[in-house]
């Protein structure tokens, strides 16, 4: 593009600039000119007037009843040459008394003006018959006894000859002007985007595998300074979007491949044994189900993530009991601690009510309630607590098991973190459950936490507001699963 495209920004600053200034330029002259003009007519008057008082002194009547200019006191009679003024003298009646030679035969106003002159100078334009625009000043005078109408005029041909004399200075410079602000315009707009430039060509450098790199921020440069800390925020996310993606898409590709290879592995030993039997390809089918599960519980748990980073998933709040919730919770897991001895204890008073999402709330504490039911040793203890507060309610699934590691805390909810490494797949889950929960609760708005306490086991706590709607008239065990089985 050329340096002038209207495209440019700087282009278009530097044409607003100068058309701003044209603006202002055009006014100032306007005004200046006015005020000139006004000045000078303000001149013209005053010399009429004291050409009036002049005349009043020179005029006088003679023995034959003429009026008479009397223009001996000049002390040359080229002298009476350098007086411009164009002089009529009337009665009040209308009758011409006198011109001097410089008028002639022409008249400066046939009409006699209702009280011309009198108590003060009348004052205005008026056209010859000749075309000639003057500047003529009336008063009313008595010369010897009779009253009389004295007209001076002066041409206001020097008057428009000096105003477009001025004027010409006034506009003549504004081209030159207008063009030297263009060109220091351009310029001071060119400076002010520059760092706008070096941003744009460092922007232009960073790629996605170069995501850690950052725009130079100068504090001297004001609001782009904090342009360029918003565009390394930006960034800042970015990269840690782009390093989640990453670890996600490797997570979750080791994670598919484990039970796949489980599969093909069972499904080869059987085939490569020479003495089968139906136990034998009994069991070998039942540990390839049992594979496909856990396969199929990670691509759900996968889509779910996908869905909730799209924003596909949407709240469908109502209110319930946590009692209700948490029974039906329990009510999924009973065989898993009937086969680990394990004790649970409920702890949730029959009151406690919030709103939420039924469905997505279930998942949340079923994953919360398998953790504790996995990392429970045999024979172990189970807590489920909940407690009302002001505006929110607090549920706790407390287990006896080992604890988290300190360090291992602030992750145990990030995608596919696990405490335990080495574990074997049969063990151990995708890493993606607890990471559920946390975006279930955000989605409630809550908050999810957890503490380690090496004697007594690990502890999650989620924190959902409260409702604040009154409880339902009808009876919680005839409508609360009722609208769940139909939801489902």
């Given at each position: 593009m050329s340096l002038l495209d209207p495209r440019h920004i700087r282009t278009r600053l530097t044409l607003y600039f100068?058309?701003?200034?044209?603006?202002?330029?055009?006014?100032?002259?306007?005004?200046?000119?006015?005020?000139?003009?006004?000045?000078?007519?303000?001149?013209?008057?005053?010399?009429?007037?004291?050409?009036?008082?002049?005349?009043?002194?020179?005029?006088?009547?003679?023995?034959?009843?003429?009026?008479?200019?009397?223009?001996?006191?000049?002390?040359?009679?080229?002298?009476?040459?350098?007086?411009?003024?164009?002089?009529?003298?009337?009665?009040?009646?209308?009758?011409?008394?006198?011109?001097?030679?410089?008028?002639?035969?022409?008249?400066?106003?046939?009409?006699?003006?209702?009280?011309?002159?009198?108590?003060?100078?009348?004052?205005?334009?008026?056209?010859?018959?000749?075309?000639?625009?003057?500047?003529?000043?009336?008063?009313?005078?008595?010369?010897?006894?009779r009253p009389t109408i004295i007209r001076v005029a002066h041409s206001q041909e020097p008057l428009w000859a000096q105003f477009r004399s001025d004027l010409v200075s006034l506009v003549l410079p504004l081209p030159l002007v207008l063009f030297l602000a263009g060109l220091g315009g351009?310029?001071?707009?060119?400076?002010?985007?520059?760092?706008?430039?070096?941003?744009?060509?460092?922007?232009?450098?960073?790629?996605?595998?170069?995501?850690?790199?950052?725009?130079?921020?100068?504090?001297?440069?004001?609001?782009?300074?904090?342009?360029?800390?918003?565009?390394?925020?930006?960034?800042?996310?970015?990269?840690?979007s782009f390093e989640q993606l990453r670890r996600f898409t490797s997570d979750a590709s080791h994670e598919l491949r484990t039970p796949l290879t489980g599969i093909r592995s069972v499904g080869e030993v059987a085939l490569q044994r020479q003495s089968t039997s139906p136990e034998s390809y009994r069991d070998a089918i039942g540990s390839m189900l049992e594979e496909a599960n856990k396969l199929t519980k990670l691509v759900d748990n996968l889509l779910a993530i996908a869905r909730a980073d799209a924003g596909e998933i949407h709240l469908n709040p109502s209110t319930f009991g946590v009692k209700a919730l948490v029974d039906e919770c329990t009510g999924l897991l009973e065989v898993l601690l009937e086969e680990n001895a394990q004790t649970l204890t409920v702890d949730v008073p029959a009151d406690c009510r919030i709103r939420a999402d039924w469905l997505l709330l279930r998942q949340a504490l079923v994953n919360v309630l398998?953790?504790?039911?996995?990392?429970?040793?045999?024979?172990?203890?189970?807590?489920?607590?909940?407690?009302?507060?002001?505006?929110?309610?607090?549920?706790?699934?407390?287990?006896?098991?080992?604890g988290i590691p300190v360090e291992s805390l602030p992750k145990i909810f990030d995608r596919f973190y696990r405490v335990e490494k080495g574990r074997s797949p049969g063990a151990g889950g995708t890493g993606l459950g607890l990471a559920i929960t946390r975006w279930t609760v955000?989605?409630?708005?809550?908050?999810?936490?957890?503490?380690?306490?090496?004697?007594?086991?690990?502890?999650?706590?989620?924190?959902?507001?409260?409702?604040?709607?009154?409880?339902?008239?009808?009876?919680?065990?005839?409508?609360?699963?009722?609208?769940?089985?139909?939801?489902?």
């Open positions: 100068v058309s701003i200034l044209a603006v202002i330029q055009l006014i100032y002259s306007g005004a200046a000119c006015f005020l000139m003009l006004r000045d000078l007519r303000s001149q013209l008057v005053r010399h009429a007037i004291q050409d009036v008082e002049t005349v009043e002194g020179l005029l006088h009547f003679t023995a034959d009843g003429r009026l008479w200019l009397k223009d001996d006191y000049h002390n040359h009679p080229e002298s009476k040459l350098v007086l411009e003024r164009l002089l009529e003298v009337r009665s009040p009646s209308g009758r011409v008394l006198l011109r001097n030679d410089m008028l002639g035969r022409r008249s400066l106003g046939e009409a006699m003006l209702p009280n011309e002159g009198v108590g003060g100078y009348s004052a205005r334009e008026y056209t010859l018959a000749d075309g000639m625009r003057v500047q003529l000043v009336s008063r009313y005078h008595v010369v010897d006894g351009y310029r001071l707009a060119s400076n002010a985007l520059q760092p706008i430039q070096s941003m744009a060509r460092k922007a232009e450098e960073i790629r996605s595998d170069r995501l850690h790199e950052r725009l130079p921020v100068n504090p001297a440069d004001g609001e782009l300074a904090e342009l360029a800390r918003v565009f390394n925020s930006v960034l800042g996310q970015l990269e840690r398998h953790n504790a039911i996995k990392f429970t040793p045999p024979g172990g203890a189970i807590r489920i607590e909940a407690i009302e507060r002001p505006h929110e309610v607090v549920i706790s699934v407390q287990d006896s098991g080992p955000e989605m409630h708005r809550g908050t999810i936490t957890a503490e380690s306490r090496p004697e007594t086991g690990a502890v999650i706590r989620i924190t959902l507001p409260a409702t604040v709607e009154p409880a339902s008239p009808r009876s919680e065990g005839a409508t609360e699963p009722a609208e769940r089985h139909a939801r489902v």
